[in-house]
């Protein structure tokens, strides 16, 4: 028996039972596929700036495609979006994995393909988050988010080291086709949902549009914060694929095993934030999102002066910690907090801010880790994360406290027909 009140509440529901195992699975194809293409990316480049290039065009399209994966969430059946990325996503990873199997793979291929995956992942993101409350509920969406985030960590937890290990024995072409497969699950997963168990708040809409979703963020002060302390935590200090990347080879001269264990070590403090998150509810502020973003910031700092692989190892799970912390705060704050009518272009936004930094953010990292050094690089990561945030509060601190409830026909408008 589920205790009602407990941080397991959300497998209540049925739906959300179905999905969770496939999503697990799904997870960990994602990380071993993200370790497999960065050690891609250096055995046939040998160079950082590459590393972030390719970095940044996989998250391009978050910057280009989230709003309008948002857009579609409010508009359409999201449960038929969801086998059409999914669908995608399989396809992209199989092709590359054949690529490199056959030995045919050229850098080429790893930019045009992780902008591939990377499209498939930016109109999925909004549309999968929001379908979350209509799985749930509102009443459980806080805890749904939270026991996502651990999902998707404990895959970071698995995926990272079973790659670094397929790569030592196999090379990296398994890898990639390990991710294909695991789309599968998703798909039969989703065939399975009983839509008549969905908790839908609002009907679709079939005029949304992506600008009455800038009027309500506009309108809530609040939630403006939120996004812009997610913006700079997740573009200059959420780089742990590049940060684990180079030290682990420019500066401990490791190799691809060890690389990934360095992503399982992250996954460690990260899974620890997210179980720790389903406990707290009732904490998520914007300062209580504010205050962990800085301290995220801080431990991002002084990651980079660690002296040895070992020492390395140890900053991981508190940095990876403290950052999910804040951004499931932020989240499930942004989704509780948001009218149902517009919550999926709301968290197009919120996606488009959460990723978007990073096609500008990855190539800017790598050009400083060759210009200036891997820790110095780090180190300004963290400094910029600190001060930024700072100033974010300093500007909007008598205007944190949410309202009651904000409708979007409020922010409309006179005259504007919603």
């Known amino acids: 028996m589920i205790n009602p009140e407990g941080s397991l509440r959300s497998f209540r529901h049925r739906n959300f039972r179905i999905l969770y195992p496939a999503n697990a699975a799904s997870n960990i194809g994602t990380w071993t596929q993200r370790v497999a293409q960065d050690w891609l990316v250096l055995q046939l480049t040998h160079s950082g700036r590459d590393l972030g290039l390719v970095t940044g065009l996989q998250f391009l399209p978050s910057l280009l495609f989230s709003l309008y994966g948002g857009r579609l969430a409010d508009r359409f ?111 039969i997963a989703l065939y399975f949902i009983d839509e008549d168990q969905l908790h839908i708040e609002a009907a679709p809409q079939e005029r949304a549009k992506i600008r009455e979703a800038w009027q309500y963020v506009k309108a809530r002060p609040d939630i403006f914060a939120v996004m812009a302390t997610v913006f700079f935590a997740a573009t200059f200090g959420l780089n742990f694929q590049i940060f684990t990347a180079l030290m682990a080879t420019s500066e401990f001269h490791k190799g691809a095993a060890s690389y990934g264990s360095l992503g399982s070590v992250v996954a460690v403090g990260s899974l620890s934030g997210a179980l720790l998150s389903a406990k707290l509810d009732a904490k998520r502020s914007p300062r209580f999102i504010i205050f962990f973003a800085t301290i995220f910031g801080a431990s991002v700092a002084l990651s980079a002066l660690a002296p040895s692989y070992f020492t390395y190892a140890l900053t991981l799970p508190i940095a990876g910690a403290l950052g999910l912390t804040t951004m499931i705060a932020a989240n499930s704050y942004v989704q509780v907090r948001t009218d149902p009518a517009i919550r999926g272009r709301v968290m197009g936004i919120y996606l488009t801010i959460f990723l978007g930094g990073t096609p500008v953010g990855s190539p800017l990292i790598g050009w400083l880790a060759t210009a200036i050094g891997t820790r110095q690089m780090i180190g300004l990561c963290g400094g910029v994360t600190i001060i930024s945030i700072s100033i974010i509060y300093l500007l909007l601190r008598g205007k944190l406290k949410p309202p009651a409830s904000i409708l979007v026909a409020d922010v409309l408008a006179p005259g504007e027909k919603y």
């Open 77 to 187: 059946n999201k449960r038929t979006l969801l086998y059409i990325t999914n669908l995608g996503g399989g396809v992209v990873a199989a092709i590359l994995g054949i690529l490199v199997t056959t030995h045919h793979v050229a850098i080429w291929h790893v930019y045009l393909l992780a902008f591939a995956l990377g499209l498939f992942t930016a109109i999925d993101a909004p549309i999968r988050q929001s379908f979350t409350s209509e799985m749930v509920g509102k009443s459980d969406l806080a805890n749904a988010v939270s026991l996502n985030s651990a999902n998707f960590n404990a895959g970071r937890l698995i995926g990272p080291g079973l790659s670094g290990l397929l790569i030592a024995w196999f090379g990296t072409g398994p890898s990639f086709l390990i991710n294909a497969a695991s789309y599968l699950f998703v798909i």
